[in-house]
């Protein structure tokens, strides 16, 4: 008789299953990230059944089914309620990834002092750290009252006794990566283990109605699976990004099944923790050069927030046979092409110069409104020339140098208002769509040349 075969190769990145191994996975297209490893056990032999008892399967009708404007619940973090949709939905299984050290740690126990505070039974099972180490680390953070317990484990089975005994309505679990189940063979962190930990962790979260807010790390390298094997069983993602230099933190809803996607939530990581920005766009261009050239005011939009940075541009005589051109935030094709389109269309001569752009304050933006702001800057900076500081400039560039459409204008010029900005150079197009107002003097364009002309 032919002998079962017990392992397969898992793709580290996004979980793919297959029988034989590749050094491409087919699915995600990442190079050298198939393991061999057990697989989960298909049958009815080991103790626990798979199907957990927790759910109840019987058919019922939408009208029999309450849902109470209560089941969500505020986290206290205005910029995090707005990421999950409007607070938290009981019953749902949300995960936060995010390199390690970015503070997912701190946000999550920030959030349960929240949450204890306002009455919620809260437990918070950390595999990674002792006791005494979280109890530093929310030592920093500040007061801790309500009901809101700490345990360090790792077994989940022991892990779902637990949380059934103390009955909590929210559990977090930092890391997925360090908890492992008995039946399973392989190591924790290994794809297995994380899918079927998380298997086991959304029956918790559907059956007993608890909220449970998982941790992933990303991981570039190594043998642990990252957080993209489990996004598509939970309800929510949710990535906490930023530049490890910079202290601002960005948390970004790429999932979620209560509310819309692409909304951002910014945060401050203080000496006390992490603190809430309300102004985004204020905190971008705080500390801006007056009256440099080369600098440009842009409008970013970020899912639906607008969002105002700086764009900077330094453009220098170059010295070699190939100019020097880099990108910091941004696309450094985008650069190239627009550079291309100043070359051709305008007729600068751009090859004899090299050129170097940024996004100030470490932010990563490829949206393509910002062309025409890029294109301000290095005209700006090539004709040392500043842009007025008081000019926001946003829009789209085509390869005939005309200015094209972009989405939410209205948006972005409102923002620009609400910073006290006095001109706006935008797509001509925009314009002709958009209310009249008297707060800001709004400049339309249809091609680079004209916007050019108000340097
Ligand atoms: P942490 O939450 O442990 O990261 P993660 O869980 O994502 O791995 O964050 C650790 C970093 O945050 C660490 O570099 C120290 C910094 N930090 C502060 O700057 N202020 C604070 O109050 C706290 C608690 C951490
Ligand atoms: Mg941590």
Request: hydrophobic share 40%; aromatic share 4%; glycine share 10%.
């Amino acid at each position: 008789m032919a002998k079962a075969k017990t392992t397969a190769f898992f793709c580290k990145e996004c979980g793919y299953e297959s029988a034989k191994w590749a050094g491409q996975c087919p699915a995600c297209k990442q190079w050298n990230t198939m393991v061999e490893e057990p697989t989960a056990p298909r049958t009815g032999s080991s103790s626990s059944p798979r199907r957990s008892p927790l759910i109840k399967s019987a058919p019922a009708r939408l009208s029999d089914i309450s849902v109470e404007e209560k089941d969500r619940v505020t986290t206290g973090y205005r910029e995090l309620d707005q990421v999950l949709g409007g607070g938290v939905v009981a019953g749902s299984l949300v995960l936060v990834g995010g390199d390690p050290g970015i503070g997912k740690s701190t946000l999550l126990l920030q959030v349960c002092r929240n949450l204890a505070a306002v009455g919620q039974k809260v437990l918070y099972i950390s595999g990674e750290e002792s006791l005494k180490q979280i109890k530093l680390r929310a030592n920093r953070i500040g007061q801790m009252t309500g009901d809101l317990k700490f345990l360090c484990e790792t077994s989940l089975d022991n892990i779902q006794e637990i949380i059934s005994q103390e009955k909590p309505g929210i559990v977090i679990i930092d890391s997925i990566q360090t908890m492992y189940r008995e039946e399973i063979s392989s190591a924790p962190g290994s794809v297995s283990q994380v899918r079927e930990s998380t298997n086991l962790l959304m029956q918790i979260a559907k059956g007993e109605g608890i909220t449970i807010f998982i941790v992933g790390h990303v991981t570039k390298e190594g043998v642990v699976a990252g957080p993209r094997v489990l996004e598509h069983m939970v309800d929510t993602v949710l990535y906490f990004e930023g530049d490890r230099h910079a202290s601002y933190r960005i948390l970004r809803g790429v999932k979620n099944r209560f509310g819309s996607t692409n909304e951002i939530g910014v945060f401050e990581m203080r000496e006390q923790g992490l603190a809430e920005v309300e102004n985004p766009s204020e905190f971008m261009l705080s500390g801006r050069p007056e009256g440099a050239s080369g600098a440009v005011v842009a409008c970013a939009m970020e899912g639906t927030r607008p969002i105002l940075l700086e764009v900077q541009a330094l453009v220098t005589q170059s010295n070699l046979g190939i100019p020097r051109r880099t990108a910091a935030g941004t696309d450094p094709n985008r650069v190239n092409l627009l550079m291309a389109v100043l070359e051709k269309r305008c007729r600068y001569e751009m090859s004899r110069y090299d050129a170097y752009v940024n996004i100030a304050g470490g932010m990563k933006m490829n949206e393509p409104a910002l062309d025409l702001s890029i294109i301000m800057a290095l005209v700006s900076s090539l004709k040392d020339r500043p842009v007025d500081e008081k000019t926001i400039v946003f829009g789209e560039v085509g390869l005939s140098g005309e200015v094209r459409a972009v989405s939410m204008a209205e948006q972005r010029v409102n923002e620009a208002i609400k910073l006290g900005f006095e001109a706006c150079i935008l797509p001509q197009i925009c314009l002709d769509k958009m209310r009249q107002t008297k707060k800001i003097r709004l400049i339309g364009v249809s091609n680079v040349r004209e916007a050019i002309g108000y340097l």
